[in-house]
């Protein structure tokens, strides 16, 4: 599968979930003390991002 969600630790030393395309890491989370909240960042966003809405605020 091309999308995937990956866990890693950044230079904190805290953990990161990444969201990645391909090679290419399309948006990630804040860092966590644990992997377990990172865990439930990426059910969050498997629960509740098909139904978000979309705000264009750029300026046309």
Excluded: Q
Aim: glycine share 6%.
């Amino acid at each position: 599968m091309a999308h995937r969600f990956e866990i890693r630790k950044n230079k904190k030393g805290e953990f990161v979930a990444y969201f990645c395309h391909n090679a290419e890491t399309m948006f990630w989370t804040e860092g966590y003390a644990s992997k377990t909240s990172a865990k439930n960042a990426i059910a969050s966003i498997l629960k509740n991002g098909p139904g978000a809405e979309i705000v264009d605020k750029s300026a046309d």
